[in-house]
């Protein structure tokens, strides 16, 4: 499967920013959709950003709509996502995936996952 790399997370005060990045390498694969996807302790998986890698269209969370973006760079095959006004509850491991589908919430659809990053917000 390809790699994905994730990076950016960290420790931010309530209200502070973050960008996270997920670099995808390894192998050639469709450039169909990728997502990102959080879990906290005690918490469901939720994902929480898709993009279609065509195009860019975009989809979001209701939990995180209106501060979190979500974008691409298709030479560098590379997904961030800009995180504004951090709540404490957005902490959590951040994951990125990649997918045969454009802008899937469910798992199962998800077929390369990075190794997370964490991302503490403190209020």
């Known amino acids: 499967q390809v790699q994905l790399v994730e990076s950016g997370g960290g420790v931010v005060e309530a209200g502070g920013s973050l960008r996270l990045s997920c670099a995808a390498s390894?192998?050639?694969?469709?450039?169909?959709?990728m997502g990102w996807c959080r879990q906290a302790p005690g918490k469901e998986r939720e994902f929480v950003a898709t993009i279609k890698w065509t195009g860019g269209v975009t989809t979001y969370a209701d939990s995180v709509k209106g501060r979190f973006t979500i974008s691409r760079d298709n030479a560098k095959n590379t997904v961030y996502l800009q995180m504004n006004s951090l709540k404490p509850e957005d902490t959590a491991v951040y994951y990125c995936?990649?997918?045969?589908?454009?802008?899937?919430?469910?798992?199962?659809?998800?077929?390369?996952w990075g190794q997370g990053t964490q991302v503490t917000v403190s209020s």
């Open positions: 390894g192998r050639t694969f469709s450039r169909t959709g």
């Open positions: 995936a990649t997918s045969g589908y454009s802008f899937s919430t469910i798992e199962r659809d998800y077929d390369s």
